[in-house]
Nanobody
Framework: QVQLVESGGGLVQAGGSLRLSCATS????????MGWFRQAPGKEREFVAA????????YYADSVKGRFSISRDNAKNTVYLQMNSLKSEDTAVYYC????????????WGQGTQVTVSS
């Protein structure tokens, strides 16, 4: 069982920055691919960014490319999302996600952290 706890959300002005953190429990963090998703009011949850367990590959939604950066520290069992040049449309609840790299590829979610960008 893996538990994910997000932090770092808050209120920021457009053009500002925030860094989200997702701390995980368990001894097998390095085995998990990690990702960030977000859900705005009235919209479906959408993919934001992901990083492989080995951290050698990262993936981003087109809407955040060049502004957001995902990273991980396997020694601290933590994944980060650095968000720069924030826009009002980035306002959402951000969720951390973990997917095991071995069968049965168990999938875990955090409780979410609110990010609000004021224009």
């Amino acid at each position: 069982q893996v538990q994910l706890v997000e932090s770092g959300g808050g209120l920021v002005q457009a053009g500002g920055s925030l860094r989200l953190s997702c701390a995980t429990s368990g001894r097998t963090f390095s085995r998990y691919a990690m990702g960030w998703f977000r859900q705005a009011p009235g919209k479906e949850r959408e993919f934001v960014a992901a990083i492989r367990w080995s951290a050698d590959s990262t993936y981003y939604a087109d809407s955040v490319k060049g502004r957001f950066s995902i990273s991980r520290d396997n020694a601290k069992n933590t994944v980060y999302l650095q968000m720069n040049s924030l826009k009002s449309e980035d306002t959402a609840v951000y969720y951390c996600n973990a997917i095991d790299s071995i069968p049965p590829f168990q999938n875990y979610w955090g409780q979410g952290t609110q990010v609000t960008v004021s224009s």
